[in-house]
């Protein structure tokens, strides 16, 4: 004879098993979006197989290019019983036609994978830009055209930056800053994730002038495995400019040799090496010697 249970008991276990059938549902939909995402990116990362591009563990932020495809990213999050030292933001391919620089970063990430140990707390963007990378020709450039290290907000505003670019690049396209600041879907996502993630430095991966440029506060490293420190001043509208100059937050743009081919396996460690013993001996900065972070609007600066 079957035992009756009682219909709250039976609605119970309707409810469980609900959720776990949703919950099994969106793990498939998951798993199905990054075995199609990652099999169009090894398209335009050739090197890259979609089964490593499955394994390293990338997952969708939510957020989307201008062409619809995912911004992938991954947390190393703080582990058990250790307070992480400093939260530390690491951005690749801003520019889609620098692929050495989403290599050098799914590098990092591999070290990462094997070493994590909590010392800090890591949010990790191998690909900023995948429509500019994903173009049968790659461009610096996003899908409308825009360089996304130019379209961050700025204290000059919109029109300020657009002047700026008009004047002194002689509007060059490469460079082209967009109309409006953050007015990328790219760029709108990484100034809400700087805003959310509060990072306490960035790095942030370019080629290829074969240097390492630094923004903010702080001393700067003054050579990454081969590349030396070389500050190029920074543009309105750039990473460098709003997060170092603006919110005062350590930016290290580094610049690869090359935009195609990454450095070899021995340089990327050496720089991953120098790279993690700057950031253990000066992040976060307790003495910044620059001016007191700024609220920003995708305008401007907020008036306080
Ligand atoms: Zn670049």
Not at 176 to 186: C, M, Q, S, Y
Not at 216 to 244: D, E, I, K, S, V
Request: aromatic fraction near 6%; hydrophobic fraction near 35%; charge should be positive.
């Amino acid at each position: 004879m079957t035992a009756m249970l009682p219909r709250r008991s039976v609605w119970g276990i309707i409810c469980i098993l609900s959720f776990l059938l949703s919950v099994a549902a969106s793990a498939t939909a998951d798993t199905h979006t990054m075995t199609k995402t990652c099999t169009t990116l090894c398209r335009g990362l050739p090197g890259l197989t979609p089964a490593e591009c499955q394994k390293s563990g990338l997952e969708p932020s939510g957020a989307f290019s201008n062409n619809g495809f995912p911004i992938l990213i991954k947390e190393y999050p703080p582990v058990r019983s250790r307070k992480p030292q400093a939260r530390i933001l690491v951005i690749g391919g801003t520019h889609g036609d620098e692929p050495a620089s989403v290599f050098t970063v799914l590098n990092w990430m591999q070290k990462l994978d094997k070493y994590h140990s909590g010392l800090f707390h890591w949010k990790v963007v191998p690909l900023l830009n995948p429509d500019g990378l994903l173009k049968k020709k790659p461009t610096r450039t996003n899908a409308r055209g825009v360089d996304l290290n130019r379209n961050m907000p700025s204290p000059l505003g919109g029109r300020g930056v657009y002047q700026r670019w008009a004047d002194k690049t002689d509007r060059d396209t490469r460079q082209f800053p967009g109309l409006k600041p953050a007015g990328e879907p790219e760029s709108k996502w990484l100034v809400k994730l700087i805003q959310e993630f509060k990072p306490q430095a960035i790095i942030s991966v370019h080629a290829p002038l074969n240097i390492v440029d630094f923004d903010g506060p702080g001393p700067a490293p003054t050579q990454l495995g081969r590349l030396r420190l070389r500050r190029l001043g920074n543009f309105p509208g750039t990473l460098g400019n709003y997060a170092g100059e603006v919110l005062g937050v350590p930016v290290v743009t580094l610049e690869l040799p090359s935009d195609s081919t990454p450095p070899s396996s021995a340089e990327l460690n050496a720089i991953w090496t120098d790279l993690v013993r700057w950031l253990k001996a000066g992040i976060p900065v307790s003495h910044p010697d620059s001016a007191p972070a700024r609220k920003v609007t995708s305008q401007g600066v907020a008036a306080e």
